[in-house]
């Protein structure tokens, strides 16, 4: 597992922006993978900021993705899958529901959690014994 942070900076003109900081910050730029119900959004840039130790991220937002409700965008590193941020549009009727709102981010949540312990589990079983 990777001790990478990411940090959000803004969000202005349609992306989110984040700083990546952590180990390695001088060799190349890792490669993220942004999800929006589980589907894969391009245009993910990730350039160099030596005068920070780490890279600047930027994660447009398709104006497709954005609807009524709480949309969810979750930030994670493509080798490992390890989520490093994630974050939350909300927009139209549901402003007026938040119950519902908090719990599409919760249920994303839990979604990564299932699937980083499943990983664990698997990364950590012992060797089966020959019988």
């Not at 900081?21 to 959004?41: Q, S």
């Not at 600047?56 to 709480?70: C, F, K, N, Y």
């Not at 009727?93 to 299932?114: F, H, P, S, T």
Request: with cysteine.
């Amino acid at each position: 597992m990777t001790t990478m942070t990411l940090t959000k900076t803004r969000l202005i003109d349609g992306a989110w922006e984040g700083l990546l900081t952590g180990p390695g910050t001088d060799g190349p730029a890792p490669l993220l993978r942004v999800t929006h119900h589980e589907t894969v959004l391009p245009g993910v840039t990730v350039e160099a900021v030596p005068a920070e130790s780490g890279w600047r991220v930027r994660v447009p937002i398709p104006p497709e993705t954005i609807a009524d409700g709480m949309q969810t965008y979750l930030i994670a590193a493509a080798d490992s899958g390890e989520v490093l941020a994630s974050f939350a549009v909300l927009a139209g009727d549901a402003l007026a529901e938040d119950l519902r709102a908090e719990v599409d981010l919760l249920r994303a949540e839990l979604d990564l959690l299932k699937r980083a312990f499943r990983r664990h589990c698997v990364e950590t079983a012992p060797p089966a014994v020959p019988g």
